[in-house]
């Protein structure tokens, strides 16, 4: 089936640094690939949306100079959090849609800031 | 604003008995529903859906019920296995502004099997 891969599974950073989070469809080509945050006992939150090539839409009240999504290839799209604090600490997932297929998920990424 | 509800954060079940997870939406626009399991560390995994047109979706040992009048979903379990220990997340979905679909998600129960 398809399988999504996202890395770091975890990662600890120290505040005003920035963060890399890797989302790769491994079997298959992602038209659309999505970025969700989770809260402790929240449902997880979209916070934006990509398509191959163009820009990423953003939700409502998600900060797109702080949270920079990268989707330059069909198997491949990148969040990063740049000059994270404390309070960015979160669990955040990737989910890539295929066509007629629905959504696969990454294993999410539990960033820490300290 | 919660769109997608589920009222019950936890859930225990004797092994071999009726799991039953509920999920209340607000939005009549939502037109597909999922279920989505999740264990810890991992990502969602899709386990069933329904559209807005049906009123039941039955895979194995998942049923999903619909009740749009109530704005009311379910899903059952049966007979419910200890492997079924996670967390559930009931998602509605809808065509965004921008033209995507867009997932919404509840909060998630907990559902432990007893054995």
């Known amino acids: 089936g398809a399988v999504v891969s996202q890395h770091p599974s975890r990662v600890i950073c120290k505040s005003g640094t920035s963060v890399k989070i890797e989302c790769r469809s491994l079997d298959f080509q992602a038209t659309t690939m999505f970025w969700y945050r989770q809260f402790p006992k929240k449902s997880l939150m979209l916070m934006a949306t990509?398509?191959?090539?163009?820009?990423?839409?953003?939700e409502q009240g998600v900060e797109k100079d702080k949270f920079l999504i990268n989707h330059a290839s069909l198997t491949l799209s990148t969040l990063t959090v740049t000059s994270a604090h404390p309070e960015d600490s979160s669990f955040y997932i990737c989910s890539a849609q295929q066509r007629n297929y629905g959504y696969t998920f990454g294993s999410g990424t539990r960033l820490t800031v300290v | 604003d919660q769109q997608v509800k589920q009222n019950s954060p936890s859930l225990s079940v004797q092994e071999g008995r009726i799991s039953i997870l509920n999920c209340d939406y607000t939005n009549s626009m939502f037109d597909y529903f999922l279920w989505y399991k999740k264990y810890p560390a991992e990502g969602p995994t899709f386990l069933i859906s329904?559209?807005?047109?049906?009123d039941k979706n039955e895979d194995g040992r998942f049923t999903v019920f619909l009740n749009k009048s109530a704005k009311h979903l379910s899903l059952h379990i049966v007979p419910s296995q200890p492997g079924d220990s996670a967390v559930y997340f009931c998602?509605?979905?809808?065509?965004?502004?921008?033209?995507?679909?867009?997932?919404?998600f509840g909060t998630g129960t907990r559902l432990t099997i007893i054995p």
């Open positions: 329904i559209s807005s047109i049906k």
């Open positions: 990509s398509n191959e090539g163009s820009k990423a839409t953003y």
């Open positions: 998602a509605a979905s809808l065509i965004s502004n921008f033209g995507n679909e867009k997932l919404t």
